[in-house]
């Protein structure tokens, strides 16, 4: 029965009114799960450790009198004892510096030459520990923790100027072992080292202390030192006891934790204006679609009553009307899941690209999103597709 | 089936109606077998009057019966179910689809009863002589050609009262002798009623009972 009533009801007029409507509810239903998709994963990239206690590296000042007499900028043990009685300290960590040199072949990944250094930190002190940290005399492999600032100098520094492909942070995890040439006092061992994480808040490169103490004892100097750096667990990084001393004791602090702090505070204000106006647009394609789809039933009201006339109940009307309606919204649903995986797979490298890690994949919540938006869509419709049925019958 | 227009006035004809009206302003009943014609001058109401039949208008003072059913009270439901099985129309303006074929405008029809079949309706097309003009939009159809294919397709369904709204006015005198047959064959295998308004004419049909509407 259904191809006289398409007959009735499509007119190339309503074909030209439905394509219309399509179009403004395909553009606001991708806007709406592209900012919802976008602002989660911004959100996320930027507060990463929004749960995590806080950490604070210390140093001493380096001045003028440092380079001029060889004297190391570094913690007497009495200078630490002091540091951990502090109230606002809740534990401290202490830097092992490698005395021994380091130099690593490069491969096809990371394809530089260099001499290294390393620094090791208590396995608590690193917030998120990587799978296959750790070390012991035997095995394959040196884990490496490497700082993600290092990374971004690579990729918008190094490899820029000298014309290397720049490298994510996933391509790093994935590529095969360094060789790396560790020579000292006491010899020469050729060891694999491999990244295995990043940590946005040790500026280092970072490998387990057993490896550090067991090379340091083996290969390097095996002296005792006293640690450069220190880490420590405050309980607020911003109480004032906690500036007076630093300043008292001539300490220096990494700051750039609170303005990263700062920038993802703004990123997120940028996300939230941006899913404002998604939720804008998707209001207004809405409407755009209610009123088309008004359009499409008052021209096709005296179709509609003749078949009321003709012993048509409103019921079956309403059921062919709704099939299709679903059948069309369906449709345009599914062009714009394509859409979206498209413009996501676009998004999403052109972020990875820029060196900003963000994960493949689509946000249960736009899924949700995208359903509540189409039930909405569909259901005020419906109600106003009854309504109009009814008002002619 | 039984309809009865108690002292109905309609709402544009209040203050105008004659005293020797058999219908407005008085009982009269409408009794399923039995044919009726309802003849008056233009604008008297006999649009009107089958409207009112139909469930279309509510504009009236009195109150309509169908079967003891105030017509005012019966739902939407009960008006489709009346329409599909007991009552069917010719409206003075035809109302086809315009947009649509001759064929098609039987098929919308024709789609609500699953009894029907294509070759009684092609019989019938051929009968009143359309068949040539049957895959033609109704909009390039002449008048009476557009009449026809009405008649045909208040004859589709089942019916005890048939409602024709003065629909023979422009009919090709050929064709009318061909259509009355078919109608009457029709009205008499369901023994149902033929309830036709006209100027006075009778088209060659017969009808147990003639009221003046005003």
Redesign the interface.
Known sequence: MNSTLHKIFRSKQTRGQFLFAGVGFLLGLLMLLLSTQLYIQVNRLFNPETNFPDFIIVSKKVSAANTFFMARAEFTPEQLEDLSKQTFVKQIGLFKANQFAAWSYGNEVIPIKTELFFESVPDEMLGEIPRKWGWEEGDDFVPVVMSQDFLNLYNFGYALAKGLPQISKSTVMLAPALRVKIYGPQGRIYVNMKIVGFNERIPSMLVPESFMDWANQNIGAAREENPARVIMQVTNPAAPDLLEYIEAEGLQVNKDKLQASKAGGMVKVAMTVIGIIGVFFVLLSLVIFTMNFKVVLAEAKDEIRLLLQLGYTTQMLGKYLITNFVKFISGVALLTSGLLALALWQVQTFFVESGLELEGGIEPAVIVVGLIFITVCVGINVWSMQRTLHRYG | MLITYHHITPAPLAGVIHSQSDIWDTEVTFQEGTSYLVYAPSGKGKSTFTHIM?G?RNDFVGSATVDGQDTRKIT??TW?AL??EKMS?VFQDL?L?L??TAW?NL???A??YSQVKEDDLLAMVERLGVQHVLHKQAQFLSYGERQRVAII?SLI?PFSFLLFDDPFSHLDVTYLEKAATLIWEKVKAQQASLLMTSLGHEYGLQFDQKLLLG
């Open positions: 139909y279309l939407r439901q489709a329409r599909q129309i109302r689809f947009h649509l098609e098929q919308v029809k789609q609500l397709r369904q």
